[in-house]
């Protein structure tokens, strides 16, 4: 997913959109040494020590990862995804910034494959 | 086939890593006792020690093959070599047969319990799975201990025969424990079922699916997914208040907390009434990796990607 997430954050940038990650590795040192060294800009929330059975995943309902909503401006939640396929993703990512009068172009990246994904 | 199929890559390493890692700590003496020699030991052993022996050699097995040496080089003497050193990983339905035979030759002894969880979870289909099913039924049904078992049953994608076993229990069984985990494992598995069913509508996938699950369950999946399920009034049952709620789902074991029922059914009924497509996002205020607070409705005003991610 990594390489698919700096995608979005290098086509996205100066536009209304954000990821917020929340992060399940439960030694939350090596996982922001991780983050340092693979580049991952965006900021996330920790789970806490307890890993995948954190407090935030929990209370999610989360059963597996990973699992992707996407939340408008108005934190109304518009879409929930489990899995890393990035196709109907980056389609409800470009419908909603089209909402908001974005017009953007996330088709055509060799990375939509999910089983390109490196990180997860 | 090992286990049925799973909607996403992170979620079969989860799985995969949570079933193998042994669930009891090796027992070094008995490896020591079987390490002095092949000489046959002529004793009477209880069942469970029989059953358990056959389990740890399962998992000598497999440590020897996750420590087996690397590939040498293929070059001169290395790859002559080569071949001397190979060895093939154990296969969990072997191990399986050999317990299903002494299971047999020992009907209802409750030591039989924990290998049967151990086929259940390490041969999730197949005949020795299904037979595991049919011990469980004819010798286990009453008793108390079947509770301990059902969780492993609904970790992938449920056999037509356990989601039956389930209800069965859920509405039978004359323990509490009992009913209360049967219910929490027949709901979990009818959403693992429903999940499945998604993924079988999604072309990419369906094929690569198909070829997991015999065409028998395919329809009882298909069926399943289509019946009026009514989710919420059963998690409701199952509230922390509830006679089923004080009861824990699955035991305490690698890393993972056992769940508490009703704590669980709040999550799940959580989820269903708050967490879907047209609903506000609860807020979330918690560290981030460097351990500064923040919150996502900061956010407001952003399309917001909320991904929970791992590195694993």
């Known amino acids: ?120 | 086939m090992n286990r049925l199929p799973i909607y996403s890559l992170g979620c079969l390493l989860l799985l995969s890593a949570l079933s193998c890692q042994p669930s009891s700590p090796p027992e070094s003496t008995k490896a020591q006792e079987r390490d002095r020699g092949n000489a046959p030991v002529v004793k009477v052993q209880p069942t469970s020690q029989q059953l358990a022996e056959v389990i740890q050699a399962y998992r000598d097995h497999q440590r020897q093959f996750d420590q087996r040496p690397k590939k040498a080089p293929v070059t001169g003497q290395a790859k002559d070599e080569r071949g001397k050193t190979e060895m093939l990983a154990p296969d969990p339905e072997v191990y399986a047969s050999r317990l299903i035979e002494i299971i047999q030759d020992n009907r209802g002894d409750r030591g039989n319990l924990a290998a049967i969880q151990w086929i259940l979870k390490e041969v999730p289909s197949g005949p020795n799975f299904r037979t595991a099913i049919e011990l469980l039924r004819m010798d286990y049904i009453e008793t108390e201990p079947i509770a301990d078992v059902l969780p492993v049953l609904v970790e992938g994608y449920p056999d037509p025969a356990s989601m039956q076993l389930m209800e069965q229990l859920a509405e039978n069984s004359l323990h509490n424990r009992v009913r209360a985990v049967a219910k929490m494992a027949h709901i979990k598995g009818h959403q693992a079922i429903l999940r499945f069913v998604v993924f079988l509508d999604n072309p990419k996938w369906t094929e690569r699916m198909k070829s997991f699950v015999e065409k028998s369950t395919l329809e009882f999946y298909r069926k399943s997914a289509t019946q009026n399920f009514d989710l919420e009034s059963k998690l409701q049952e199952l509230n922390p208040s509830s006679i089923y709620g004080e009861y824990d789902f699955g035991v305490k074991n690698q890393g993972r907390p056992a769940q508490n029922i009703g704590q669980l059914a709040t999550n799940m009924l959580f989820s269903l009434q708050h967490l879907q497509v047209g609903k506000p996002a609860p807020n979330i205020q918690a560290e981030d990796l460097d351990g500064l607070t923040f919150s996502l409705k900061e956010y407001r005003g952003k399309i917001v990607m909320l991904d929970f991610w791992g590195d694993w």
Not at chain 1, 60 to 69: A, D, L, R
Not at chain 1, 77 to 101: F, S
């Open chain 1, 1 to 120: 997913m990594y390489p698919h997430e700096q995608l979005l954050v290098e086509k996205l940038s100066g536009k209304p959109f954000a990821i917020v990650g929340v992060n399940s590795d439960s030694d939350r040192e090596a996982i922001r040494q991780i983050a340092k060294q693979k580049n991952l800009t965006w900021r996330s929330f920790w789970n806490g020590p307890d890993g995948k059975f954190g407090p935030i995943s929990r209370r999610w309902n989360i059963e597996g990862w990973p699992t992707i909503f996407l939340i408008d401006a108005e934190g109304i939640i518009r879409y929930k995804q489990m899995g890393p396929d990035t196709e109907p993703l980056d389609r409800e990512i470009t419908r909603l910034m089209e909402e908001m009068g974005h017009t953007v172009d996330l088709s055509s990246d060799p990375s939509q494959d999910p089983t390109h994904d490196s990180g997860q």
